[in-house]
Each structure stands twice: as C-alpha cells, then as structure tokens.
C-alpha cells in the first residue's frame, strides 16, 4: 500500500480524491478536538483504499476540502467505511448538512459477528490482523503544527489497518448470511438527523423522573437556552450548566437571581451576572408542556410484579445463551426493557419482528408461554422445547 505524505493543498487532494472516487470503498478516520468548544474542531482527516492511504490537513493554509467532502457525502458508489463513526459522521454533517453515504460500521459489524458490544480499534486490529497498535500518540493535542512524523503514521495507520479489515469482514458477513442484520443500524448511523442538535429537541436527552408538564415545560426551556449560550459562546453545554443542575433547576426554580447562588453546581456569581439574570428570564416565562409532546409512557403490559420479574431474568438468561451459540453480540437481538416488557405482556415489539423473531423472538415467545425450558447438555446449559422432552422420554419408556 502507497502512503502518502501530509496533504496540505488543493491540487493534491483533488487528484487523491479522484483516484478513490474509483474504489469500490475507502476507509476513513479523522482526528479532532473538542475538550474546549462545543463545536469539534477538525484536525486531521484520514482516508484510503486497499492500494494507498493518505493525512488530509483541513488546517493548511488555503486547502479547499470540497473534493473530500463531495466524495464523501455526493458519490454513490463508494463506499465509506469507519470503526466507531458516530463523532467523525457528525463532524461531516456540521459541515455539509449531510452524511458520508452509502456507509458502513465495523464496530457494529461485529455485532452480528461476535459477541463483541463496542470493540476498540486497537481490539479490532488485533483480532482481525494480529497487529498490536501503537496507542503513544492516541491523546495527543491534533490541533498543534507541525504535526509530529509519529502522529501521521499513527492516524495514517487507523484506515490502512480498517481498509484490509473490511474485505475480510465482508466476507464473513456474506457466509454468515448477516449482512441484512445490520441494514437498520447503519441507516440510524447514516440519518442526518441524529447529528443536528435542535435546541427545542435537547431537553430530550436529560434525564427527569415524572411527566409534570410545568417541570417538563421547564426543562425544555433551560435546555433550549442552555444549548444557545454553548453555541454562541462555542463551549461545551457542561461549561453553561450541568445535566443535574439543569434538571433540579427545572424541577425546584428559584424564585429570585439571588437563589441562584443556592443551587448547587452554579457559582456564586450568578446572583447578580447577566448571565443569571437571562437565566430568570427564561424560568419566568416557561410555559407547561403541551401535551403533545410529552415523552412517550414505555410499552408496558401488566406489572411484572415478582413473577413478571422472575420471567424476564429468564429472557435475560435465554438472550445471554442464544446470543453465544450464535456468536453475536446480545445487544444487537434486543435490549433489557424489550425483555421485561415481554415478560409483561406487550407483543408489539421490535424483537418480535424480522429477522430478529427468527433468531431469538420466536424463542423467547415460547419461554414466556411455557413451551421452552432450560437443560445442561455436555455441562452447558441450553434450551430445549417441552415437546421435544416429553417425545425423548416417552421413547425411553418405550425401550424399557
């Protein structure tokens, strides 16, 4: 494989990404930092395919980064490959409004796999090529120039080891008939809307026990003001106010700026800072929730109640089972509120659907209705259908 060295001008990008635009996929990695703003900062972006792989500096003076971003987010018929890509996707999408597409995940990937959940890159590497990864450069400051000989081969070596992983893992995906397991994680991965922070959307993300629509209408209110002071100011929501802070704000307000200085988590300048006077403003003319966008009650069936609660702990113990005779990963079948909702009754569920009920829902049905049980066979435990018991000592009745 040709590496080349650090990109920093138009012309040369523009000729590397017309000599991938005629791969069938490339591999990308970028390099950022984000610590201290709310925005990522991009740093280094890296791409390549099985013959050459190449640095891309967006820092250089004058460098166009359209050629890269067009065959990313524009050209059809490459596909773009990441490990673990949700940060290096949404830093595509703050720049063009869109997602690198058709796209593909190798950490989900595993998934359907191995009974990996969220493997590393350095995990990655290893189990696929047998190569340790050098980690030495890995919390380095990317934003720094010159960059460092060790750095570039570093971030160079994140898409060269991916770009001979993918073909491999292709293939396995393609004997193992799974590729069609992972068609809705990656339109997820690929949907723009999942990068986009809309600041009326933001108090979605923060946790508040109970459906009060003044509390709720409260903390829809900080959060879309807490998210347009990090913007404007371009640091971290977490400088402006702390998830807690926010959530006991919005469910004790204080009743004057100078309570602020009460709260715990806030300083004592907020008593009397423009800041604390704008966030008053906002607690004064919060408006209750309407009703149509309270947060949907979790499908529930009857209250599992200690019988309930021993059935899921048996689906739980099913998925722990199939999800290892199968070797996949057991969060790509379901997920824990999925199990006790079925031991609770609720039919209506993604387990239960597609390819998933075949593999495991179907299973799991029977469990709850009685016609599947636990057995140890060669010292491990699996599951066996009540029917085929009772057919398997009948016939050694018979033999007797």
């Known amino acids: ?143 720094r120039r010159p960059l460092t000989d060790r750095q570039i081969e570093y971030a160079i070596g994140d898409v060269t080891h991916l770009a001979q992983i993918f073909p491999k893992m292709l293939e396995k995906l393609i004997k193992t008939d799974r590729g069609s397991w992972l068609n809705a994680e990656m339109d997820k991965l690929a949907d723009p809307s999942n990068y986009i922070t809309d600041p009326d959307q933001a108090w979605r993300r923060i946790r508040q026990p109970g459906r009060n629509p003044q509390v709720l209408g409260r903390l829809k209110a900080l959060a879309s003001w807490r998210e347009g002071e990090a913007q404007h100011k371009n640091i971290p929501r977490g400088r402006i106010m702390r998830d807690e802070t926010l959530a006991d704000i919005a469910s004790h307000p204080p009743k004057a700026q100078k309570d602020l200085a009460k709260v715990r988590g806030l300083s004592a300048a907020w008593r009397d800072n423009d800041i604390g006077k704008r966030l008053m403003k906002i607690i004064a003319h919060a408006q209750p929730l309407d009703k149509s966008e309270m947060p949907e009650k979790m499908k529930r069936g009857a209250p599992l109640g200690k019988e309930g609660a021993l059935v899921a702990d048996l689906l739980k113990l099913l998925l722990k089972i199939r999800a290892r005779e199968i070797d996949c990963a057991a969060r790509l079948l379901t997920k824990a509120d999925e199990m006790e909702a079925l031991a609770a009754g609720v039919r209506d569920l993604p387990v239960l659907q597609g390819w998933r009920y075949e593999v ?19 010292g491990k435990l699996s599951m066996t259908h009540i029917d085929d018991m009772q057919a398997s000592m009948e016939e050694a009745l018979a033999a007797e």
């Open 360 to 378: 495991f829902g179907r299973d799991a049905l029977e469990l709850v209705e009685g016609k599947l049980a636990f057995a140890v066979k060669d």
């Open 1 to 143: 494989m040709k590496i080349h060295d650090l990109i920093t001008t138009t012309d040369a990008l523009a000729a590397l990404c017309e000599r991938l635009s005629k791969s069938e996929f490339v591999a990308v990695d970028t390099e950022f930092m984000r610590e201290n703003t709310y925005w990522p900062e991009l740093c280094l972006v890296q791409i390549g395919d099985e013959n050459e792989a190449a640095a891309v500096d967006p820092l250089a003076d004058g460098i166009d980064l359209t050629p890269l971003l067009d065959l990313l987010t524009e050209n059809e018929d490459v596909l773009k490959v990441f490990h673990a890509g949700g940060q290096d996707v949404e830093i595509i999408v703050n720049m063009t409004g869109k997602t690198p597409h058709p796209i593909f995940d190798t950490q989900i990937a595993m998934m359907a796999i191995s009974q990996s959940e969220q493997i590393g890159y350095a995990n990655l590497v290893e189990t696929w090529q047998g190569v340790t990864v050098d980690k030495g450069a890995r919390f380095t400051d990317w934003s």
